[in-house]
């Protein structure tokens, strides 16, 4: 695919996150997804997000390590301004490289603070648990992370809530986040 089709394949996608009508916002985010999804290789063959089908212009795009950190500013922007997508674009956000979403979700994480409630909260947590996982991310990236307040703030709000996935997934982040800076 030449770098123009390129360009002008993924401008497009992204001018959609703009769009007034959900159902066409929520599809883009969707396409997002898939597509951050399979650049950072984290489908099974059986993995039925994976599988989705993709207009061939955007089927053709991998994206790079910075084509997802923009993406993830751009989901960030959605996210703090339209609480309708929250949640679907933390989801998407959270299948970005770890590198590449880290960043924007502590970012998230400090604009919305205790705005970030049920479906929205939840899929912060697991794009944070996704990411403690990967082994992608630098002890001194998690350790910054655990200096800002909003973080462990929220996760301590968050796993004393009433909806008890929240709050499971909250304490895996705070234990995931403790096990992954050593003391000292």
């Not at 895996?172 to 800076?181: E, G, Q």
């Amino acid at each position: 695919m030449k770098k123009a089709q390129r360009v002008r394949a993924l401008s497009a996608l992204l001018s959609r996150l703009e769009s007034r009508d959900f159902d066409r916002r929520e599809h883009a985010l969707f396409e997002l997804a898939v597509m951050l999804r399979r650049a950072n290789q984290r489908a099974a063959d059986d993995d039925p997000l994976s599988a989705a089908e993709l207009p061939r212009e955007l089927s053709r795009i991998r994206l790079t390590l910075d084509e997802q950190r923009i993406v993830a500013d751009r989901l960030l922007q959605l996210a703090v301004s339209r609480r309708d997508s929250r949640a679907s674009a933390v989801w998407a956000m959270s299948e970005s490289a770890a590198n590449a979403g880290w960043e924007s979700i502590l970012r998230l994480l400090d604009e919305c603070g205790e705005q970030l409630t049920g479906e929205a909260a939840f899929q912060a947590c697991r794009a944070l648990r996704l990411w403690l996982a990967s082994g992608e991310l630098s002890g001194e990236m998690i350790r910054r992370a655990m200096a800002l307040g909003s973080l462990t703030s929220l996760l301590g709000i968050w796993s004393q809530a009433g909806d008890a996935r929240l709050k499971r997934a909250a304490q895996d982040v705070l234990d995931s986040l403790h096990s992954a800076t050593p003391l000292g």
